[in-house]
């Protein structure tokens, strides 16, 4: 049984969801972002969220220039680039597709939940998230996805939670995974973009190895890296100051882990651990895999998740 809810609206528009556990405060004008994760116990903030105002509005800008940060969702593909096939051949998907950039509705708002949507601006769909607490250290997102055309409508969804991770933090990955595909990495030190790399233990261009579970802020890696096919829905990240963030799902549902690692800070890295429908980050590269999620016509999907913090 959760204690002490409360959902409060903040000045700007925000809402935060408190059950003394938990503190999550999500802005629906931006993109449906979740802009802070506070472990009320030791009053961490866990999303990492960059100093100055968040750059609005953002639909359509440069891929290096998206204002990354916080818990984003990315729909109805990750990269920049023109839809494959269909009616929608050659239509452009902005980078970190639309709903990142799109303000959503509100829905319903309860004492320890809230629902919120977005419809496509280039496509006709809908996306609906409802969070909620389900244990004292648990956050539950459920989504459900609409197709309103009248076309099977392919897409790749991306949970982006971006984890602060000082020094000493480790990724932990399910037992049994060997190898990761490579999306892009840093000046290509782990190989070439779409190539397989050895998990956990990897070698790199140079010789080198390198322990990808380790997260070492400020030696300059950024990597992308992809779980293709899961038989569990787990992954961690484990902080050296005792919390451990875990998020659980259905792997038969969602089949696909995203990596994001970022060490180009010095102090604490940026890591994103990110349960997907589909992969790469380029719709046109997953639909030549067969790689992508589908949304039947006038049809809708529903998958969830769940965020647990815990403290060793």
Same mark, same amino acid.
């Given at each position: 049984?959760?204690?002490?809810?409360?959902?409060?609206?903040?000045?700007?528009?925000?809402?935060? !969801?408190?059950?003394?556990?938990?503190?999550?405060?999500? =802005?629906?004008?931006?993109?449906?972002? *979740?802009?802070?994760?506070?472990?009320?116990?030791?009053?961490?903030?866990?999303?990492?969220?960059?100093?100055?105002?968040?750059?609005?509005?953002?639909?359509?800008? +440069?891929?290096?220039?998206?204002?990354?940060?916080?818990?984003?969702?990315?729909?109805?593909?990750?990269?920049?680039? +023109?839809?494959?096939?269909?009616?929608?051949?050659?239509?452009? =998907?902005?980078?970190?597709?639309?709903?990142?950039? *799109?303000?959503?509705?509100?829905?319903?708002?309860?004492?320890?939940?809230?629902?919120?949507?977005?419809?496509?601006?280039?496509?006709? $769909?809908?996306?609906?998230?409802?969070?909620?607490?389900?244990?004292?250290?648990?956050?539950?997102?459920?989504?459900?996805?609409?197709?309103?055309?009248?076309?099977?409508? +392919?897409?790749?969804?991306?949970?982006?939670?971006?984890?602060?991770? +000082?020094?000493?933090?480790?990724?932990? !990955?399910?037992?049994?995974?060997?190898?990761?595909?490579?999306?892009?990495?840093?000046?290509?030190?782990?190989?070439?973009? $779409?190539?397989?790399?050895?998990?956990?233990?990897?070698?790199?261009?140079?010789?080198?190895?390198?322990?990808?579970?380790?997260?070492?802020?400020?030696? =300059?890696?950024? =990597?992308?890296? $992809?779980?293709?096919?899961?038989?569990?829905?787990?992954?961690?990240?484990?902080? &050296?100051?005792?919390?451990?963030?875990?998020?659980?799902?259905?792997?038969?549902?969602?089949?696909? !882990?995203?990596?994001?690692?970022?060490?180009?800070?010095?102090?604490?890295?940026?890591?994103? *651990?990110?349960?997907?429908?589909?992969?790469?980050?380029?719709?046109? &590269?997953? &639909?030549?895999?067969?790689?992508?999620?589908?949304?039947?016509?006038?049809?809708?999907?529903?998958?969830?998740?769940?965020?647990?913090?815990?403290? &060793?």
């Amino acid at each position: 049984m959760v204690g002490d809810r409360k959902t409060e609206t903040g000045p700007g528009g925000e809402i935060i !969801l408190d059950n003394g556990t938990l503190a999550v405060t999500v =802005n629906p004008a931006r993109g449906g972002r *979740l802009t802070s994760l506070v472990h009320r116990a030791s009053g961490l903030e866990l999303l990492w969220r960059h100093e100055g105002p968040e750059d609005w509005p953002r639909y359509g800008v +440069p891929e290096a220039e998206a204002d990354v940060q916080g818990w984003d969702e990315c729909c109805p593909a990750i990269g920049p680039g +023109p839809f494959p096939a269909g009616p929608w051949g050659g239509v452009h =998907n902005p980078a970190q597709g639309e709903v990142f950039a *799109l303000p959503w509705q509100i829905g319903a708002v309860e004492s320890d939940s809230v629902s919120l949507s977005v419809h496509g601006l280039r496509f006709p $769909y809908q996306l609906e998230r409802e969070l909620s607490f389900i244990a004292p250290g648990t956050l539950g997102l459920r989504y459900r996805m609409v197709n309103h055309g009248a076309h099977p409508f +392919p897409f790749i969804w991306s949970a982006h939670p971006l984890f602060t991770a +000082p020094a000493g933090a480790r990724i932990e !990955l399910p037992d049994g995974i060997t190898e990761v595909l490579i999306d892009s990495s840093e000046n290509g030190r782990l190989g070439d973009a $779409y190539g397989t790399i050895a998990w956990p233990i990897a070698r790199l261009t140079t010789g080198a190895e390198l322990d990808l579970r380790q997260v070492v802020p400020g030696t =300059n890696m950024a =990597n992308k890296l $992809y779980v293709p096919a899961v038989t569990e829905g787990r992954c961690s990240l484990i902080r &050296a100051d005792g919390l451990t963030l875990s998020l659980s799902w259905d792997a038969e549902i969602i089949p696909s !882990l995203g990596i994001w690692v970022d060490t180009r800070c010095a102090g604490e890295a940026r890591i994103a *651990l990110e349960p997907c429908l589909g992969y790469p980050d380029l719709l046109a &590269a997953a &639909a030549d895999w067969g790689r992508h999620a589908m949304l039947p016509a006038f049809g809708e999907l529903r998958w969830e998740m769940a965020l647990s913090v815990t403290r &060793a």
